[in-house]
T-cell receptor, first 113, second 117 residues
Framework: DAMVIQNPRYQVTQFGKPVTLSCSQTLNHNVMYWYQQKSSQAPKLLFHYYDKDFNNEADTPDNFQSRRPNTSFCFLDIRSPGLGDAAMYLC????????????FGSGTRLTVV | AQKVTQAQTEISVVEKEDVTLDCVYETRDTTYYLFWYKQPPSGELVFLIRRNSFDEQNEISGRYSWNFQKSTSSFNFTITASQVVDSAVYFCALSETRAGANSKLTFGKGITLSVRP
């Protein structure tokens, strides 16, 4: 089945140690999104790619970066994770400019120790 | 800017009761989509329904039903004869379709539903 896959499902990283979360899709969707969801909060959009066009949300910290080497893969890099970055990170895809459907991965739960 | 309000934060019911989760949205666009997602404790977002702004027909799917009222900008979700497995956080979300821009999904704060045996 076409889907969005996030690896790993659980990630533990040390305070200040760079960490990368990955997302892959078999849907061939143009747009890929990264959401951060802290405990008991709504998912919050960090950034998204439309093909190779990167779109950062205004309030996304500089500590968060993303790469999309090809249509299928998108990575979230946290350069120096702090305790406040512990959260569920959700990847999603959609067709461009339609707004009519999003496919979410199962998420990566990040713990910072 | 688009906004979704879920005024209820936590709801607790006894199994077999009916429960309605409220959602109110704001948008300046005439074309948009509304969604409901379920998030069980495992964390993944489970898609429940999508409704476009031009379709105000109510929808029923098994024990689930949705009431879309454009006049009051509401998209409420009712679970009939609730079950323990319905316990989860439920998010209402809005996506605008803007010419020349990418769509973005905006979530409400979510409602935690607890169904007791």
């Amino acid at each position: 089945d076409a889907m969005v896959i996030q690896n790993p499902r659980y990630q533990v990283t040390q305070f200040g140690k760079p960490v990368t979360l990955s997302c892959s899709q078999t849907l061939n969707h143009n747009v890929m999104y990264w959401y951060q969801q802290k405990s008991s909060q709504a998912p919050k959009l960090l950034f998204h790619y439309y093909d190779k066009d990167f779109n950062n949300e205004a309030d996304t910290p500089d500590n968060f970066q993303s790469r999309r080497p090809n249509t299928s893969f998108c990575f979230l890099d946290i350069r120096s994770p702090g305790l406040g970055d512990a959260a569920m990170y959700l990847c999603a895809t959609s067709r461009a400019r339609t707004g009519d459907g999003y496919t979410f991965g199962s998420g990566t739960r990040l713990t910072v120790v | 800017a688009q906004k979704v309000t879920q005024a209820q934060t936590e709801i607790s019911v006894v199994e077999k009761e009916d429960v309605t989760l409220d959602c109110v949205y704001e948008t300046r666009d005439t074309t948009y989509y509304l969604f409901w997602y379920k998030q069980p404790p495992s964390g993944e977002l489970v898609f429940l329904i999508r409704r476009n702004s031009f379709d105000e027909q109510n929808e029923i799917s098994g024990r689930y039903s949705w009431n879309f009222q454009k006049s009051t900008s509401s998209f409420n979700f009712t679970i009939t004869a609730s079950q323990v497995v319905d316990s989860a956080v439920y998010f209402c979300a809005l996506s605008e379709t803007r010419a020349g821009a990418n769509s973005k999904l905006t979530f409400g704060k979510g409602i935690t539903l607890s169904v007791r045996p």
